[in-house]
Each structure stands twice: as structure tokens, then as C-alpha cells.
């Protein structure tokens, strides 16, 4: 599908498909930068588990990572790959096709 700026030239978005957990450090930087909402801070147990981050149990939080949270709010401005310090996000020309699986 070909995507044009304001005043017409080619634009080619690159949208955020995956964020990499184990390279994550969870720093934010990426979400101050999208207004779209498109990622979430989560916090992780030691167990690997998300753990709210909302409340007062910090104690069992064992790192913090950034997660996909509305893919398709994804406008493809670049900007949360332009500020990774881990280049742990991929990003693709053409939106994630979500999967039908599950569906009856
Ligand atoms: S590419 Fe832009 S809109 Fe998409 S997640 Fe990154 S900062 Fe947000
Ligand atoms: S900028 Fe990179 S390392 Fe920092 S929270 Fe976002 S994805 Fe994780």
C-alpha cells in the first residue's frame, strides 16, 4: 500500500512488530516518544511472570520490560527505534497480519 507525507512524497512507515524481552532493560525511552500508546511498561517476577505496576508490591518485581500493547494504533514514525539504547525492537513495512488462531 504506498503512503505519501503531507505534501504528497513517498513515505514508507516502518511499524513496531516485536520488542525482544531479554534485551529490553526497560528504560521508557520508547514510550515517551510514541503517542500512540502502541507499548506498556510491565514489570516481571522472578519467575518470569508480569506483575502489576500500578500498586505498592514493588518487592516482587524483578525487572521491568516494555511490551506491545496496541499494535495496530502503530503509525510507523521510526521514533521508539531512533531512542532504543539495546536495539531490541523490530519493525516491519507492512503492519503484523493478526492471527484468525482461536477463532471459531
Ligand atoms: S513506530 Fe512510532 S507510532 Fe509506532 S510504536 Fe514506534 S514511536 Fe510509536
Ligand atoms: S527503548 Fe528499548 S530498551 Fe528501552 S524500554 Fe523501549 S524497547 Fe526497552
Not at 56 to 65: A, F, H, L, T, V
Not at 73 to 97: E, F, L, S
Amino acid at each position: 500500500m504506498p503512503h505519501a507525507t503531507r505534501d504528497g512524497r513517498s513515505w514508507q512507515p516502518e511499524f513496531l512488530v516485536a520488542i525482544d524481552a531479554k534485551k529490553c532493560i526497560g528504560c521508557g525511552r520508547c514510550f515517551k516518544v510514541c503517542g500512540r500508546a502502541v507499548m506498556v511498561l510491565k514489570g516481571l517476577n522472578d519467575e518470569g511472570e508480569f506483575v502489576a505496576l500500578d500498586d505498592d508490591e514493588d518487592e516482587e518485581i524483578e525487572k521491568k520490560i516494555m511490551v506491545m500493547n496496541d499494535d495496530g494504533a502503530c503509525i510507523g514514525c521510526g521514533a521508539c527505534a531512533r531512542v532504543c539504547p539495546t536495539n531490541c525492537q523490530t519493525h516491519a513495512a507492512q503492519a503484523p497480519v493478526l492471527s484468525a488462531a482461536g477463532a471459531d
